[in-house]
């Protein structure tokens, strides 16, 4: 029983070009090596195709396998993860994904089978491409198979690369790719690849996307066993020379060996009594060698030789074995050529015509190199028919937006005592501060820090928001993050900045966070820890009240809910009120002048009464280098608005023993908002004025 054999170049190719839908697709036909004695016995002949182009691939809804994503963004240490507070990153490029398949679609594959088989059956064909009618009882005429294929090796061409791989990472024309190598033995199949490309390689394949030529292409280098006929070896005999020679020979010798005949052969090939002609095709891998070609099938055509001459020369001709030892008394018996009874050498010219040439043919599988190829390519045209689905294959990723961070920079803002330097300053031992930010089932994760006065408080400027320079704390350096999510910095000149980083969530990633909580916002929590106030013998030219040594500036479980990124804690956000410097309008001449300001605090103390009153003295010795700042701060520890105050003046001129002294107090006047207190001393007659003695 006959079974196909493979596919056969001997007759040519059929190549099939239908269009669908605008595009066209071409498939290569082969002929099975055994067509005709496949018809012969009533099986169906075997076609072979093979895709002309490679294209992109679809899935099972319709939609091209391909993606393009350009990234691009410029992400800095405040709000995105993965670049350290202070310092920036800038990105562009782009991720190209495909798939490239040989198969062409199905409506088309149905219709390349019609054309091909309706062109076997018109007209005459050779015996591979022949389709017979009415041989048995087939259902289908012919057999339709894809092409086998031994080996797939894939090749991406891509910008102005021409492989998988093109600069370094970084570089605007960087390329590296992955899908190349060894592909797949089914025409039919997928094969997908995935392309990362820099800034000016992304935008070529973006543009070649959307016009007409696409830099892309992807090759596939086959291996196709294919049958190769050597369409004949022809062997002829000059049968009078032969016959002439072998009757020399048998005068000279009993008999032959198969050494002597073979010998015998070559010599008359040699002399163009025998010739042999090899007609095959020389582009076959082994067909350089015409002489090694015949040399392989000598001993065959030897036989055949011998066949053709018991019939021209020698009759009868006896079928004997190859010599034994010879008997005694008896004839000589060597191959089949020894002399005994019924032997002869007789030309018969009447069988020469019958026996002048003997044809042989000679099939051979080889290993046929082929190219298939094809661009990625189409998606222009699809979008100009449906530019809705440009979203669907071409997608810009903006990297500003992606791992998303909230970072808090939190700062004290505290005029920090400085004993060493006379500055009394705030009376603050210690600030601290919680950054919370919700985990996705809604608690509330804190991030807590401690701010201490620094070592040279008298550097600091509590009013500024940029970080000094000077020795980081710990290891802790913009260039060199800690890989916790918080941060501090400082120096000793600078009061210390914290940062709080956490990961900025969706809000739909979250459930059950506090009330008006967003994506972007944080809770924060601050407390103020007060020292006790200084004794006014400390030092007389200031006076500090505090109410409250532990202030709450957020109160609440949550704290404060904001959405901004620098958070200060303010010793003066603790219902401070502070007075600096406080003044008279006047000189005093004389060193009995004396003159007092007093202030009051408006509101109840804690334990409900009213507040006391303050007072500050001026006399003559303060003036000039040894005049001293007064200053009045009162800590309410109550978050809000410093509370309102109100000041006057009492002026005292002392007596002398022969004379009376005198004494007035000018009218209470009411005063919002810290700051400088400059008092305005009434004269003795002034409107409001009361005098408390006079002589």
């Known amino acids: ?218 090759t596939a280098d086959l291996t196709l066993p294919l049958w190769a006929p050597i369409t004949r070896l022809h062997m002829t005999a000059n049968w009078e020379r032969v016959f002439s020679h072998f009757t020399a020979q048998a005068g000279a010798s009993w008999w032959w060996s198969s050494a002597d005949l073979k010998a015998t052969w070559n010599t008359l090939r040699m002399n163009g009594d025998i010739k042999v002609e090899l007609e095959m095709d020389r582009t076959i891998p082994g067909a350089d060698n015409k002489e090694a070609m015949v040399t392989k099938y000598i001993d065959m ?16 001709m006896p079928e004997v074995q190859d010599p034994g030892p010879p008997k005694p008394g008896g004839l000589l018996n060597l191959f089949g050529w020894g002399f005994g009874a019924g032997f002869s050498l007789n030309f018969r010219r009447d069988r020469v015509e019958i026996a002048n040439s003997f044809t042989f043919e000679v099939d051979e599988m080889y290993a046929q190199p082929s190219t298939m190829g094809g661009n990625v390519d189409g998606v222009a045209d699809l979008l100009a028919a449906h530019p809705e689905l440009k979203s669907r294959y071409l997608r810009t990723l903006y990297l500003d937006n992606w791992d998303r961070k909230i970072t808090t920079v939190c700062r004290p803002v505290i005029k920090w005592p400085d004993p060493d330097h006379g500055v009394s300053g705030d009376p603050v031992k210690f600030a601290s501060v919680q950054i919370g930010y919700p985990s996705v089932n809604g608690e509330i994760a804190w991030s807590a820090h401690d701010f201490l006065p620094p070592r040279r408080p008298q550097e600091v400027d509590a009013t500024t928001s940029v970080q000094g320079e000077g020795a980081p704390v710990g290891e802790t350096t913009p260039l060199a993050p800690a890989s916790s999510p918080t941060l501090v910095y400082a120096s000793g000149s600078t009061s210390e900045l914290f940062f709080a980083r956490q990961t900025q969530k969706k809000a739909e990633e979250v459930t059950g966070a506090p009330e008006g909580w967003r994506p972007d916002k944080v809770f924060v929590r601050r407390t103020i820890q007060f020292d006790e106030a200084p004794s006014a013998l400390d030092d007389r030219f200031t006076r500090i009240m505090v109410e409250a040594n532990e202030v709450n500036l957020d109160p609440g479980p949550f704290g404060t809910l904001t959405d901004s990124l620098n958070v200060a804690v303010r010793a003066d956000n603790a219902g401070v009120l502070v007075l600096t410097p406080i003044t008279i309008n006047i000189d005093l001449t004389a060193s009995n002048q004396i003159v007092e300001v007093q202030v009051q605090a408006k509101g109840e103390s804690p334990d409900g009464g009213e507040r006391p009153i303050v007072t500050f003295t001026f006399t003559m010795a303060d003036t000039g280098e040894h005049y001293k700042e007064r200053r009045f701060a009162l800590y309410t520890g109550q978050p809000g608005r410093p509370p309102g105050y109100r000041y006057r003046a009492r002026v005292i001129i002392k007596g002398t023993l022969f004379e009376d002294g005198e004494e007035w107090i000018g009218p209470w006047t009411d005063g919002e908002g810290s700051g400088d207190l400059p008092v305005r001393v009434p004269k003795k007659t002034a409107p409001g004025v009361t005098v408390v003695s006079q002589v």
């Open 1 to 218: 029983m006959v079974n196909p054999a493979g596919p056969i170049m001997a007759g040519g190719f059929e190549t099939v070009t239908l269009n669908e839908a605008g595009v066209e697709y071409s498939l290569v036909f082969l002929p099975d090596k055994h067509n005709d004695e496949l018809q012969a016995q009533g099986s169906n002949p075997v076609f072979y195709w093979l895709p002309e182009r490679m294209r992109l691939a679809r899935k099972s809804n319709g939609d091209l396998r391909l993606s393009f994503l350009h990234f691009v963004g410029v992400q800095d240490g405040q709000t995105n993860i993965g670049v350290a507070p202070g310092q920036t990153r800038e990105t562009s490029g782009g991720v190209l994904s495909f798939a490239m398949t040989g198969a062409p679609p199905e409506g088309v594959l149905r219709d390349a089978h019609k054309q091909i088989l309706e062109r076997m059956q018109q007209g005459s064909r050779d015996r591979f491409w022949q389709v017979k009618p009415g041989v048995a009882d087939r259902s289908t005429i012919a057999d339709i198979r894809p092409i086998p294929i031994r080996s797939s090796t894939l090749r991406l061409m891509i910008t102005d690369q021409d492989g998988t791989q093109g600069g370094n990472a970084g570089d605007p024309f960087f390329v590296t790719a992955q899908g190349a190598g060894p592909g797949s033995l089914i025409p039919t199949a997928e094969h997908p690849f995935v392309v990362n490309l820099g800034t000016f390689a992304a935008a070529q394949v973006e543009q070649g996307l959307l016009g007409t030529e696409v830099p892309i292409a992807v």
């Open 301 to 316: 055509l030897v036989a055949m030789w011998l066949d053709q001459a018991k019939q021209v020369i020698f009759q009868p």
